[in-house]
């Protein structure tokens, strides 16, 4: 069951914005991976890629599934990420009203992104970008 997808997420495109995420979701129904597992990794595939037309001007997300976890790498080359500690706090947001009043920006991302993965790591530099890699595990 090893499998790699790739995507390229448009960071003007909040119509297109979940598109990758429900692809994924599909793709793990059809290997048989649980319907749990298959949540998890939806969700915070969905909160990354949507932090990435928020925040970063889009990037690439790289998806490899495996017999035993399924490990999501989100890159871009955005603003990078000034204090990982404070965006990591629910409710922290960046987001301007302009995005706030889509219903989008509520500071849930991040939290919601390792509350819903087994492991999350977050490598940023500021004015160069960011990649957070997040595993699930399937057994």
């Not at 035993?68 to 009203?97: C, H, W, Y």
């Amino acid at each position: 069951m090893n499998k790699r997808l790739h995507y390229v997420i448009d960071g003007d495109d909040f119509t297109s914005a979940g598109q990758a995420s429900g692809d994924v979701k599909k793709v793990l129904k059809t290997l048989g991976v649980p319907s749990e597992i298959v949540r998890k990794a939806s969700i915070a595939m969905y909160e990354g890629e949507i932090n990435m037309v928020i925040h970063a001007d889009g990037g690439v997300i790289d998806v490899d599934i495996m017999p035993d976890r399924i490990v999501m790498a989100l890159k871009d080359s955005g603003p990078g990420i000034p204090n990982v500690e404070e965006a990591m706090q629910a409710g922290f947001s960046t987001a301007p009203d302009t995005i706030r009043n889509l219903g989008f920006g509520a500071g849930m991302g991040l939290p919601n992104m390792k509350k819903y993965t087994d492991s999350m790591e977050i490598d940023t530099k500021v004015g160069v970008g960011t990649t957070i890699t997040m595993t699930v595990k399937i057994v």
